[in-house]
């Protein structure tokens, strides 16, 4: 067996305090491999997109440990951690988080730009031309439509060519035929690339374009099924 890209073993995480504290993720243990398509799926509050942040390390788990690519995520520092993130995994929001005051290339050049790395601007004219985008890189978030603003969220979070691409409901504030051209363009960018895809959607036939469907009920896993048998 080869070694997974991806390890969770007996993560575990509880968000909120007092009696507002909720067990969000419970004991989960998870291989993801090389150049694979999961979709998790589950119903509102299952801890899907939770489990995404733990995954791209945006969000630390209380026990339990988050290995990727023989990294041990969980168990670096803050600093190092975003230093790896960075070379490593791209994250594509539901709400765009584009920066407003900067223009699609501006954006799209951003964490080139923040890890001091050269021909930033270069690079993101190829990304957004890979994203069908060319003639609209000095273009700001307000004067693009929600697909195009979300072209320039898929070009930034692939810029430094990483192993991973997560996507948290990417489509769910597009109407479904732009939904349908993103879906398009990040499988196909998942497949020219190699890169392994990591969907949190509601959307079972957006689910049913992965590989393996990982279904989450109140913070567990509730099964794991290739796409098609699930």
Avoid: W
């Amino acid at each position: 067996m080869p070694q997974p890209l991806i390890s969770l073993k007996n993560v575990d995480l509880h968000l909120g305090a007092g009696s507002a504290r909720v067990h969000v993720l419970k004991n989960i243990s998870l291989d993801i491999g090389e150049k694979q398509a999961v979709g998790l799926i589950g119903p509102s509050g299952s801890g899907k997109s939770t489990l995404l942040m733990v995954l791209a390390g945006l969000e630390r788990p209380e026990s339990g440990s988050v290995e990727i690519a023989g990294n041990v995520i969980t168990a670096m520092s803050e600093d190092a951690l975003a230093r790896f993130r960075g070379g490593h995994i791209g994250i594509v929001f539901q709400s765009f988080h584009l920066m407003p005051a900067m223009t699609a290339l501006e954006n799209t050049a951003l964490p080139l730009e923040l890890a001091g790395k050269p021909g930033a601007f270069a690079r993101a004219r190829e990304e957004l031309a890979a994203v069908g985008l060319q003639d609209r890189v000095n273009h700001y978030p307000a004067q693009l439509s929600g697909g195009e603003q979300q072209r320039v969220a898929i070009a930034r979070a692939m810029i430094s060519n990483p192993p991973i691409l997560v996507a948290d409901e990417p489509t769910g504030n597009l109407d479904r035929p732009t939904g349908e051209a993103i879906v398009d363009l990040m499988f196909r960018l998942k497949e020219q690339r190699g890169a392994t895809l990591l969907l949190v959607t509601h959307d079972p036939a957006l689910a049913g374009r992965c590989d393996r469907m990982v279904r989450l009920g109140s913070g567990a896993v509730l099964s794991d099924s290739a796409a098609g048998s699930a």
